[in-house]
């Protein structure tokens, strides 16, 4: 089964074409940080006017590059949520439109779902069950997951996520959108134990994240020192170091409670390479082994999209319909995704 995948959540508009016997057959991805550093964030009116005017293009682009006509697509799936609700309305109407068009089923995404199930992307892939860490800008949660639509929330953030924090820290060392990964190539000219900044939660006895904090001790020790280049590295890496720290004692602690002896790692503070340090250094003592999604696909994405509907579609009894009619989900909680 061919599933044509579109993401339209926040800041990129993606498009990819998956096959359950041949993998992704092609993607193409649009993204939007250029137009957006100009206002230091995400624009969610400009967002939602760039997915109208790149989404077709890029489709069209995807076809063509992969070599594969709309006539060949069994399915489309599209980003039902969460996200921007005018961003996730581009996606949900083109995507609708045009299998109500070509009388095609239509599957609506959770996007961390896509998150979730990116690294089955790569080859060698995760079995279930495993513990997953999805780290990204809007969200940080730790979740067991047990099968398709099998999800179990095991800690999240209270406040800011990771990903939040990282951007947020950024603005404060001067740095421009989006922040995180500047922040991280800043910390790699960074001097360690030259400060230390808390590890918020690290001894909460549960798996809840807070990050809140940690951004404003760094505010805190920027306003103390002077603003030269190897003090502001020197804070960036003390920063990132103590993130990690949270993250990877969080993921540790998770494999233990469940006895569990894989992690997936998903969502665009995945691609932070400290992290992947960090956990492979610590995973490999106990005998886990972690799986990443390729940098490509850490960001948000089409192919993860495709590949959701493409497993959804697998497990369903019968093709969903579609009548034209669409809905989207600005908030979406995980767990209450059907099985």
């Known amino acids: 089964m061919l599933v044509l995948g579109i993401e339209t959540s926040c800041d990129e508009t993606g498009a990819a074409l998956y096959d359950t016997q041949r993998g992704l057959l092609g993607h193409t991805l649009h993204s939007q940080v250029n137009m957006h550093r100009e206002y230091g964030g995400v624009v969610p009116e400009l967002a939602?006017?760039?997915h109208i005017r790149r989404v077709l293009p890029l489709t069209r682009q995807l076809f063509r590059e992969s070599n594969v006509s709309l006539e060949a697509v069994d399915a489309i799936a599209y980003t039902q949520g969460p996200g921007l609700a005018g961003a996730l309305l581009t996606g949900a109407g083109f995507s609708s439109a045009l299998a109500f068009g070509h009388n095609l089923p239509v599957l609506n995404i959770h996007h961390l779902e896509g998150h979730l199930l990116s690294p089955f992307l790569s080859d060698p892939a995760p079995d279930f069950p495993f513990i997953a860490l999805l780290v990204s800008g809007g969200h940080t949660q730790l979740m067991q997951v047990n099968g398709i639509g099998q999800?179990?929330?095991?800690?999240?953030?209270?406040?800011d996520a990771a990903g939040e924090?990282?951007?947020?820290?950024?603005?404060?060392?001067g740095l421009n959108y989006p922040g995180?990964?500047?922040?991280a190539e800043l910390a790699a000219q960074g001097q360690a134990g030259r400060f230390r900044l808390p590890r918020p939660m690290l001894n909460s006895h549960d798996l809840n994240f807070s990050f809140s904090g940690l951004k404003t001790a760094a505010a805190l020790l920027i306003n103390r020192h002077e603003a030269n280049n190897q003090i502001r590295a020197d804070i960036a890496f003390a920063f990132e170091d103590a993130i990690t720290d949270v993250l990877v004692r969080k993921s540790l602690t998770a494999l233990s409670a469940t006895g569990l002896k894989q992690l997936v790692v998903a969502g665009g503070v995945?691609?932070?390479?400290?992290?992947?340090q960090k956990l492979l250094h610590h995973l490999t003592k106990i005998s886990v082994t972690v799986f990443f999604p390729e940098l490509e696909f850490c960001t948000d994405n089409g192919a993860m999209i495709a590949l959701a509907g493409a497993l959804r579609l697998q497990q369903l009894n019968k093709l969903p319909g579609t009548n034209g009619s669409f809905t989207v989900k600005a908030r979406w909680n995980l767990e209450d995704l059907p099985q």
Not at 151 to 159: A, P, S
Not at 165 to 173: E, N, P, R, S, V
Not at 270 to 275: C, D, Q, V, W, Y
């Open 48 to 50: 939602s006017r760039d």
């Open 151 to 159: 999800y179990r929330l095991l800690g999240e953030t209270v406040d």
């Open 165 to 173: 924090a990282f951007d947020k820290t950024a603005k404060l060392l």
């Open 180 to 183: 995180g990964k500047l922040l």
């Open 270 to 276: 995945g691609a932070n390479s400290r992290l992947r």
